[in-house]
């Protein structure tokens, strides 16, 4: 079968394609066509984005001038990366594949398939008149990084759709990166990652192995101190220890997810498991040692990186919205090649409280980083403001960098793939949402409220005439749960028999209040404790507490937590601490008064106007 044929008559344009694909592994992927969701949490908030979101973004794209800087014309807007947020919508209408979205998708790309060099070179910053050389900026000019972006969409068009004028874009640039960067060319890697895992993706897409060969050879050369030293250190860029070396995730949070993603593909397509395993050891460390509670990553702002271990403090949460994406893609690969229930956990936190965290309501505003406590009251900048990227203390409508946006934009349309995988022996179900699931010989339809009540009930409504496996996700905080009224434990919990349509099975997760501990290693929380509900980590909020000093609030953590109209409620204290002229001295003298406190999910925090939050509260001692 020639490459054509692949593109356009492979399964994956009848699935509806997956934004992960790869040719072997554990675990299969579903297409976007097998999935379906329905209305719940999260087919709510992907409706937002589809109808919302996505007009909000271009406009914005458009109002800033990104979207015209390719127009030859043009005067160029926006920062050095600002091509790949329109290749991140792109992707995200990519995945939509809605005909009512159809003419918005082909103008832009005509405007940016105009602009391409016949050499397949597409840059609006770079090589141009009056401009900087291409490739005189590798440690900053993300040229790569945003042919990755450019690639991706292209990637997510043909899965979705089929071969077009974006696809034949997209591989134009892999053939320049491949002449341009392969053996005898230049020999170095870009400051940002992401060439890496959208050339895998193309290799998934094409069957052209330069495009594997050239994704392994970025992967190989990084790490050798082959792009110049910053101020940040090599580290950075993750340039310097080779992937292969390294303990831990390191460095700025999405170069780092992006690239051990690409570093993921490739070791998966090459049979490669010792890099498989440095990656899968890197992840273990970061998620045990750098990960905030919420799942959130990154904890310096001067870089938005990773801290060292335990460097976790919650009012210096990082935590960027993209570093989310980029964890989510990271599990993601690891769990379709290893197939363990931890990859799954970590998705459904970050899903919970960092993706579902970032949008308004209404989808046209975002948070860019997620902070885990708010000292002072935010400011809601006005609806035509472009902010700068970490300085809006409440949602924002756009950002002089605005990855974010877009990246939530292509999440939400390619969120059905993924919550469940196939095998050779069934079905798995790794998220749970309501939704139908149709694989062809297996359909199901999938009952529930979650997280707000933890009862699944999976109805078989095709089935073979042989026996198979349903698989469902125990998370690692449902202690207690039970399938079909008998208890399983956390991980996997599976039913094997010959199914018939009209048969149920029910997961029954017991989602209830609960005080979570840290670690006494994160100085940042040491002494203070949060409430967390199935996935969904709660936090307190001024607005709930009146008169009440919010920064004088203690949790007792022997007193019941009680579910209320959607918030959790607790016994505690409040007011024992007087101002005076030095913040030190002896051991303050007493409690303060009693009081109840209301705590509601994090995801919903500053919804109903500024306010002080915080997710880690003090707790009282005996």
């Not at 394609?17 to 554990?26: D, E, I, L, Q």
């Not at 091509?83 to 792109?90: A, N, P, R, T």
Request: some cysteine.
């Amino acid at each position: 079968m020639t490459i054509e044929e692949v593109m356009v008559t492979g399964e994956w344009v009848r699935r509806g394609g997956t934004p992960a694909a790869p040719s072997k592994g554990r675990l299969r992927p579903l297409g976007l066509k097998e999935v379906t969701l329905r209305p719940g949490f999260w087919q709510q908030r992907q409706r937002i984005s589809r109808e919302n979101s996505l007009d909000h973004i271009e406009h914005w794209l458009t109002r800033a001038g990104w979207l015209g800087n390719f127009d030859q014309a043009a005067v160029r807007q926006g920062r050095e990366f600002s091509d790949s947020e329109i290749y991140k919508y792109l992707e995200a209408l990519a995945w939509a594949n809605d005909p009512a979205l159809e003419d918005r998708f082909q103008a832009i790309v005509a405007r940016v398939s105009a602009a391409q060099d016949p050499d397949g070179y597409l840059n609006t910053n770079f090589g141009r008149p009056g401009q900087a050389p291409r490739y005189s900026d590798l440690e900053w000019g993300h040229e790569l990084y945003c042919f990755g972006h450019l690639i991706q969409a292209g990637v997510a068009r043909a899965r979705a759709h089929g071969r077009d004028e974006l696809v034949e874009v997209a591989i134009r640039a892999a053939d320049h990166v491949c002449d341009v960067f392969g053996p005898g060319g230049i020999e170095s890697v870009c400051g940002h990652a992401e060439i890496e895992p959208a050339l895998a993706e193309l290799y998934r897409v094409t069957g052209d192995r330069r495009y594997l060969d050239q994704a392994r050879l970025f992967i190989e050369r990084r790490g050798h101190q082959v792009l110049g030293d910053i101020e940040f250190g090599r580290s950075y860029f993750q340039d310097d220890v080779p992937i292969r070396d390294a303990r831990v995730l390191r460095g700025h949070a999405v170069r780092a997810t992006y690239l051990a993603s690409g570093a993921v593909d490739v070791a998966v397509e090459t049979g490669d498991e010792e890099l498989l395993d440095a990656v899968a050891g890197q992840w273990a460390e970061a998620v045990a040692r750098r990960t905030y509670l919420t799942g959130g990553m990154g904890s310096r702002h001067q870089d938005e990186a990773f801290g060292e271990d335990w460097m976790l403090s919650p009012d210096r949460s990082y935590s960027e919205t993209c570093a989310g994406v980029g964890s989510i893609m990271l599990a993601w690969r690891l769990l379709l090649a290893r197939g363990e229930a931890r990859y799954a956990d970590l998705i459904e936190r970050t899903l919970f409280n960092v993706i579902a965290a970032s949008p308004a309501d209404d989808g046209r505003r975002f948070f860019y980083t997620n902070t885990l406590h708010q000292r002072v009251p935010g400011h809601e900048p006005p609806a035509d403001q472009l902010v700068p990227r970490a300085a809006s203390s409440l949602r924002a409508p756009w950002f002089a960098v605005s990855c974010c946006p877009t990246n939530l934009a292509r999440t939400f349309a390619g969120l059905a793939g993924y919550l469940a995988t196939a095998d050779d022996d069934g079905l798995q179900l790794h998220q749970y949402t309501a939704a139908s699931i149709d694989t062809g010989d297996i359909a199901v339809e999938v009952d529930t409220d979650y997280p707000a009540d933890g009862r699944i009930t999976v109805r078989v409504t095709r089935a073979p005439e042989t026996p198979w496996t349903l698989t469902l996700r125990v998370p690692h905080w449902a202690g207690g749960a039970t399938l079909d009224g008998e208890p399983v434990a956390p991980g996997y919990a599976r039913v094997r028999r010959r199914f018939t349509a009209g048969e149920s099975v029910t997961l029954d997760l017991a989602v209830r209040p609960r005080l979570t501990f840290p670690d006494p290693r994160i100085d940042g929380v040491r002494g203070c404790v949060a409430v967390e509900r199935g996935p969904v980590v709660y936090c307190l909020e001024s607005v709930d507490l009146g008169d009440v000093d919010f920064d004088t609030v203690h949790i007792d953590p022997s007193s019941p937590l009680t579910d209320r109209d959607g918030a959790v409620i607790v016994n505690g204290h409040a007011g024992a601490t007087a101002d005076g002229a030095w913040p030190y001295g002896g051991r303050p003298d007493g409690e303060g008064a009693a009081v109840e406190i209301p705590l509601h999910p994090y995801h919903r925090w500053a919804r109903r106007g500024p306010s002080t939050m915080r997710v880690w509260v003090p707790a009282t001692t005996d």
